[in-house]
């Protein structure tokens, strides 16, 4: 059944396939003066909001100001993946405002999430790219190929795939009881001596 396309994760999406379970993130290659020159933008400085909340203007932002910032940043609408590590990253408290030693805590943490994504292998030979070609290997950042298998044997495809071995034939033996082993031999002792002596 895997022309079905059932294997152990289930049906397969033909388009989601082609595409890499890993992103590309960006945020390591930025300089991190960029990262404060953006912060410095939507500085609260002497607000209202300032006053309320207590805090110095001058080193503390509005909290929903993350996603300008990061729109800024990389000079375009951000992708989805991009906030959600950006958000995961900076945006773990409460309150209404970040100062900058917690906003830089996260953004140092962004930076390594970033430097460390996977990427995809690359190959010393032909002949080691060209043994993963014909076996249809992906890269080993791809953890999702390595379940997309069949289920069973019968789901492969092809006369080239392994078939498993027929069970080795067992000799029935005789059952034990008399009933069984005497039933059949001739008319006389199968219908009994009145049926035949007539």
Not at 19 to 46: M, R
Request: proline share 5%; glycine share 6%.
């Amino acid at each position: 059944m895997a022309f079905f396309g059932l294997t152990s994760l289930g049906p397969q999406e033909p388009i989601q396939d082609v595409n890499k379970s890993g992103h590309d993130y960006i945020f390591h290659t930025l300089p991190i003066d960029s990262f404060v020159e953006k912060f410095n933008a939507y500085l609260i400085g002497e607000s209202d909001i300032s006053v309320a909340l207590e805090v110095d203007g001058d080193y503390h932002i509005p909290r929903a100001k993350l996603g300008d910032i990061l729109k800024d940043l990389l000079g375009r609408q951000p992708r989805k993946f991009e906030l959600d590590a950006w958000f995961t990253h900076l945006d773990f408290d409460r309150s209404a405002v970040m100062s900058l030693e917690e906003y830089m805590k996260g953004v140092d943490r962004l930076l390594e999430f970033s430097a460390g994504s996977p990427a995809t292998s690359t190959f010393n030979s032909y002949d080691t790219q060209r043994t993963s070609w014909v076996h249809h290997t992906r890269a080993a950042n791809e953890t999702q190929q390595t379940l997309r298998a069949p289920m069973t044997t019968a789901q492969e495809v092809g006369w080239h795939a392994l078939k498993p071995t027929p069970p080795e034939a067992n000799k029935r033996k005789a059952q034990g009881t008399t009933d069984i082993k005497r039933e059949g031999h001739s008319a006389q002792s199968y219908y009994g001596h009145f049926i035949c002596n007539y």
